[in-house]
Every structure is written in C-alpha cells, then in structure tokens.
C-alpha cells in the first residue's frame, strides 16, 4: 500500500495543488492535522482534502481553534488572530467538518498509527530524541506518523536509544523491524529553512517498507498577495518565502 502523506498544510491551497501534482502514484491518502491556519484559503484546503477521499484526517490544535473547539489562549498573538480570521471565513459545514475530525492517534492498520503532536498527547511537540523517547514507548504501532513541529524528521529505536535523522529532501528512511516515529514535515509552511512544501510517500509493505522525503516549489508570490490582500499578518505572510 502506497501511502500520501499531508500534515500541516495550513490553508495553502497553492501548495497542496503542487504536492498533488507532483506526487507519485499513491493508494490512500492519510492527514496528521492543521489542515487550516495560518494560511489564505481554509475552505479551499477542506474541499480539496476532502475530495481526496483520505483514509484518516486527524485533527490539529489549529483545526480545534479555528472552529471553537479551542479559544486559542495557549497561541502567539499571529497565531491567535489568524485562528479569529479563519473562523471567521469558515462556512458552518467547513466549521462542522473541523469539529468532528478526531483526535489522534488513529490506528491505521496492525503495522501504522497516525498522530498530530504525539500518541501521548496530540497537541505535544517532538523535537529532541527525548520527546521521540517517550513517544516510541507509547506508540501502540511499529511505525507512527506525526507533524506538528513543521520539521521533516525519523526517530528509530535502536538497542534501546533513540536515533534521529533529519529527512534531507529526496532521501527514504527504511523502515525495518525496529519502531519508527516520522514526520513529512508541513505542505503549508515548513520550517527547516527550505520554501518548498514538504510532504512524503509511504511505501508499506510486511518486510520492506519506505518513508520517502519529497518537497516541491510553488507560486509563493501568489500565496503571499493573496495572504495581503486578506491582511494576515505580516510575520505570516513573510516566513513562507524563508521557510521559518
Ligand atoms: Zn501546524
């Protein structure tokens, strides 16, 4: 089964259209979150996911904020008035939609499990081998997926320590007996210094199964007017073209 991997893809309709038609052939398509956010275009995004037909979309702590699940108080001022503006462009069946997304993790199947923080808590970040430690430990699934930090990353489980790889962009990560953690990184606003939108190809067999790290340029240019034509702030509008 060949997976497609979309987390974080904050209301960036421009660059989901790039993942999608980059992408290679795929199976099912699965969400690890924050579908909405940040970005322009939140209605546009849930019509385009939805149509996709995923296996699984878990919510992310932007999705609860966006639609009144959450009141955002634990957000950066940038993050808090972004949240308002996409409640406030949301139709309520795109509110609805946000308000019934599960929380994760979500069980894929006896080998896959899908989270947007951690499997502990969904709205935790890993970061550090510490983090991925603890997570490893939890996981209930040999090879568990998460986003939320914006960074294209593989923790393994080997002998008992922790093992991280930052996922350089064209690289795979095989996946053996020994327990995973992996992040695709975000489609709407990466943060690991490079523009392009991240995303990855899960390719999940019994004895051999790849992550593989892919990124694509889109018109950047486009997402920011259209960013500054709806006044979101700045500092939002600036980070795409850094990719911070
Ligand atoms: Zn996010």
């Keep these: 089964m060949r997976y497609l991997i979309?987390?974080?893809?904050?209301?960036?309709?421009?660059?989901?259209?790039?993942?999608?038609?980059?992408?290679?052939?795929?199976?099912?398509?699965?969400?690890?979150?924050?579908?909405?956010?940040?970005?322009?275009?939140?209605?546009?995004v849930i019509d385009r996911v939805r149509g996709l037909d995923p296996m699984a979309v878990i919510r992310g702590n932007h999705d609860k904020a966006a639609c009144g699940l959450d009141d955002g108080s634990n957000f950066n001022q940038v993050a808090r008035f972004a949240a308002a503006w996409t409640y406030q462009q949301l139709g309520p069946e795109y509110r609805e939609y946000?308000?019934?997304l599960p929380q994760g993790p979500t069980e894929i199947?006896?080998?896959?499990?899908?989270?947007?923080?951690?499997?502990?808590?969904?709205?935790?970040?890993?970061?550090?081998?510490?983090?991925?430690?603890?997570?490893?430990?939890?996981?209930?699934?040999?090879?568990?997926?998460f986003g939320h930090t914006h960074l294209p990353v593989v923790f393994r489980a080997v002998d008992g320590e922790v093992e991280g790889a930052i996922g350089l962009p064209g690289t795979s990560a095989?996946?053996?007996?020994?327990?995973?953690?992996?992040?695709?990184?975000?489609?709407g606003?990466?943060?690991?210094?490079?523009?392009?939108?991240?995303?990855?190809?899960?390719?999940?067999?019994?004895d051999a199964s790849t992550f593989e790290f892919r990124r694509v340029s889109y018109d950047i240019d486009r997402t920011q007017r259209l960013m500054r034509e709806a006044e979101l702030p700045v500092r939002l509008v600036e980070r795409l073209a850094y990719g911070r």
């Design 189 to 206: 606003q990466p943060r690991d210094g490079l523009r392009d939108a991240a995303y990855a190809v899960l390719d999940l067999e019994p």
């Design 174 to 187: 095989r996946l053996g007996p020994e327990r995973a953690m992996l992040n695709p990184g975000s489609v």
């Design 109 to 145: 199947d006896e080998q896959l499990e899908i989270c947007h923080g951690a499997p502990f808590d969904e709205d935790h970040y890993i970061f550090d081998a510490m983090d991925a430690h603890r997570s490893l430990q939890t996981a209930t699934r040999p090879v568990c997926l």
């Design 6 to 44: 979309l987390s974080d893809i904050h209301a960036n309709i421009d660059a989901l259209e790039a993942v999608l038609a980059a992408a290679p052939p795929w199976d099912r398509a699965l969400v690890l979150g924050d579908l909405v956010g940040y970005g322009g275009a939140p209605n546009a």
């Design 98 to 100: 946000l308000r019934q």
